[in-house]
């Protein structure tokens, strides 16, 4: 009973809430696709969900110090030699290599390395790993499967990781003091990047001057497209601009209540892109159909789960079990907060899933295996 009375209902009731929203708003969005195929999509949906479910009470039941001392190598060396094949032998889609047969490997790729990470941080090789040194190593550990990510090309999921290794690193006390310092220089960085696309793609530029300008921007042409969306958006509506426009128009025209489940109309009448409706911009079919109370709703429920692992973080009796609830909480919240903030403009279009509500096995799979080891580490916490 005591065992039981450590389970997090909070958490637990959350992700079921998030996974009925998303199957519901993937079936709104497949069916208002006219390929047949995509009418049956919440049903992979919901089994993949089944399936997760199993996997979340299977390591909730399982201790989390005997996954991170016996699995979490192995599975950090799976990941990379998966990373590595879907570069030799994947399948190309829209333009990069990320799925090997039925999987993304990018994606599982992130629970490898947040797990290795907090073994290493929270466990008895952090007197060796302090300081710069540390750093190092860590920066190496973290870096191999980036720039694998990096070369299929996906940016977005590469920059996902990011903020939960930055979480990571700041609360086991590596190399803080560097480590404020190198994120400020990254910022500085990133401001520059925009500051020297504004630039280039300012309207009267010319092309002799936009060509001198972005031979120093390190970004690949569509990714220096998506930024010009972002710094200007009311250019180039029919064009390069049409995907964020339609976005913002189906979020607001869901007035305060929404148009009803499935009666979507710029998703109905593909306004809204039928390739992106059902990934990245899900979010816009969302809101269109349950308008703002829905959407603050779906915030909520995102909102409790992110309050639930740092809450499993805050009685956690181990600083592993510490850093791999705060580590995994702040890779759900980032996803949360740039697939939601680009639907409305904040930052540049990039192509990176809403948990739950997106559709995408792989993704999805990942997400419930992490909470079910967030669960772990509150259900093991003596």
Not at 22 to 50: C, D, E, K, P, Q
Request: glycine share 12%.
């Amino acid at each position: 009973m005591k065992f039981l009375r450590r389970f997090d209902g909070l958490l637990f009731a959350a992700m079921l809430a998030l996974v009925a929203v998303g199957t519901v708003t993937i079936y709104s969005a497949g069916h208002a696709r006219a390929a047949a195929f995509f009418h049956g999509v919440w049903r992979s949906n919901l089994a993949t969900a089944g399936f997760g479910l199993v996997l979340y009470f299977a390591l909730a039941a399982f201790d989390y110090r005997k996954y991170l001392d016996f699995l979490s190598v192995p599975a950090y060396a799976l990941s990379l030699v998966c990373l590595v094949a879907v570069l030799l032998v994947g399948e190309e889609v829209y333009g990069g290599k990320r799925w090997l047969w039925f999987f993304q490997p990018s994606e599982i790729s992130k629970l490898g390395v947040i797990t290795l990470l907090a073994s290493l941080l929270g466990g008895r090789w952090f007197a060796w790993l302090d300081g710069f040194r540390g750093f190092l190593l860590t920066g190496a550990l973290i870096g191999v499967p980036a720039l694998l990510i990096l070369a299929e090309p996906d940016l977005g999921t590469t920059l996902t990781l990011v903020p939960a290794t930055v979480v990571i690193l700041f609360v086991a006390g590596v190399w803080r003091k560097g480590l404020v310092t190198l994120l400020a220089v990254g910022g500085l960085a990133a401001v520059a990047v925009l500051g020297a696309v504004y630039e280039a793609e300012k309207p009267g530029v010319l092309p002799e001057r936009r060509a001198q300008i972005l031979r120093y921007v390190p970004l690949k042409p569509h990714q220096v497209k998506r930024v010009r969306v972002f710094l200007f958006p009311e250019e180039d509506l029919r064009g390069a601009g049409w995907n964020l426009r339609q976005a913002k128009l189906s979020i607001g025209s869901g007035g305060y209540a929404g148009k009803g489940i499935g009666k979507g109309e710029l998703n109905h009448l593909k306004y809204l892109p039928p390739s992106i409706s059902m990934n990245d911009f899900i979010f816009c079919v969302y809101a269109e159909e349950t308008g703002f109370v829905g959407s603050v709703v779906l915030l909520t429920l995102f909102g409790l789960l992110l309050v639930s692992g740092c809450r499993v973080a805050a009685v956690a009796t181990d600083e592993r079990g510490r850093l791999l609830a705060l580590g995994f909480s702040t890779l759900v919240f980032a996803h949360v907060y740039v697939n939601i903030a680009m639907s409305i403009g904040l930052v540049p279009i990039t192509g990176l899933p809403l948990p739950f509500v997106s559709s995408g096995r792989t993704f999805l799979l990942t997400v419930m295996c992490g909470l079910g080891l967030i669960q772990s580490v509150s259900l093991h916490r003596e």
